[in-house]
């Protein structure tokens, strides 16, 4: 069982309140009418699935129903922290850097 | 030279007191240099290896497996195999699957225990029943057998389910596929990894696959945990792990994957001779031939790679069996397993050239690969031997997202993801 800690109400709660919502941070192509089907094809359905370190967004559901951006690892399930998605991005973009 | 089984082998043994029996498959060490590499040891990709070398004489082959076989998804999930799919794309190749699974035993001289009991999908509202009708009749008019049946029917053939009213879901009818049914899942490996080594193919166990040998836009061979091994041709046949293998030729596949958990009962005197499977409360049962419950469910919602699941899916798919199943409600679990099942968009494999010459990946069968093994390795054998799909396997290739052409099958999956 996660416990997964809301940014937004700062409380550590067992993840059956919350419902995952997919990879974060995933980049829409700026002009999507002049992307291709391929690039747009990505965009939709292709994922970074990754083996390890993991951003992902969350919902908490059951409570302030706030979206917000976790980063887990895959294979342990280790939860490195837990940020609002504007915070998060930050972080994001450093790690990708 | 394997064991012929047969009657007269197994009386010629046993005057020998059973001392005399050949392993079923070689262990060879691997070689420089192989046609074909297959990266898996699962059924599919056993099965692959198999009708490489039966149906097109490609023997030089090689199936690297990084732990044992029949250690992974292929012998630990429900068993279920049945070919009631909605498209006609999808129906077409589960059906060509089932076909094979008839034969299966006798063309392998390996007793599959394939067993047609039947796969009952039970609807609970009337919304569920329309797409039952739906579906039986898309089944019929591509020559899957599909029987739409009363909650009387029902209860004359499964009767310890509850069809009364008073439940929370009630049982309003069901569709049946009398042909579809259950196997032994360890033999399906066993008997496509003994029909392959004896046809010539190395099955390589212990032997893990850390990179993807590419120049110049096509595949050369891989660097495995037992040194480097050369191929023109390399087949991926690796479920909750192809993405990984994927990011080694820097590809990008529409995968995520996820936990997905089974577990067996105490075992019981026979009391349910078919398979019930059902959508909206969200569980499927059978009996095996040991008399244990084969219980399974959904997928964890997040991905993950931890081949274990959330303790609160445990408790919803046994609530859901329990609706069904009151009588079942004392019933003491054994044991239990997750798997990692590799989950694409539209609940339909992805078996397809990619764009490094010579690379093919099979994956995206999500929670319901078991049942189509044969029919995927054979159609996977015919794509890498013609670098051209199967044209049962035509529209299930990457380019369907990047296109549109999606095979919506979230329906027919009998798994909500």
Known sequence: ?97 | MANRYSLWSLIKNGLKHHESWQPAWKSPQPKKNYDVIIVGGGGHGLATAYYLAKEHGIKNVAVLEKGYLGGGNTARNTTIIRSNYLWDEAAHLYEHGLKLWEGLSQDLNFNVMFSQRGVMNVGHTLQDMRDIERRANANLLNGVDAVVMTPQEIKDMVPLIDISNRTRYPIMGASFQPRGGVARHDAVAWGFARGASELGVDIIEQCEVTGLIIEGGRIKGVNTSRGDIMADRVGCVAAGNSSVLAKMAGLRLPLESHPLQAFVSESMKPCIDTVVMSNAVHGYVSQSDKGELVIGAGIDSYTGYGQRGSPHVIEHTAAAIIEMFPSFSRVRMNRQWGGIVDVSPDACPIISKTRIKGLYFNCGWGTGGFKATPGSGNVFAHTIAHDDPHPLNRAFSLDRFATGHLIDEHGAAAVAH
């Open chain 1, 1 to 97: 069982m996660l416990i997964i800690t809301c940014p937004h109400c700062q409380e550590a709660r067992e993840e059956e309140e919350f419902s995952y919502a997919g990879e974060a941070y995933i980049a829409r192509p700026p002009v999507p009418e002049e992307a291709d089907d391929a690039t747009w094809g990505d965009y939709v359905f292709h994922r970074k699935n990754p083996r390890g370190w993991h951003w992902e967004q969350w919902q908490h559901v059951a409570g302030c129903r706030k979206v917000f951006a976790v980063k887990r690892h895959t294979v342990s399930y280790e939860i490195a922290g837990s940020w609002t998605l504007a915070d998060g991005k930050a972080l994001y973009l450093e790690e990708q850097a």
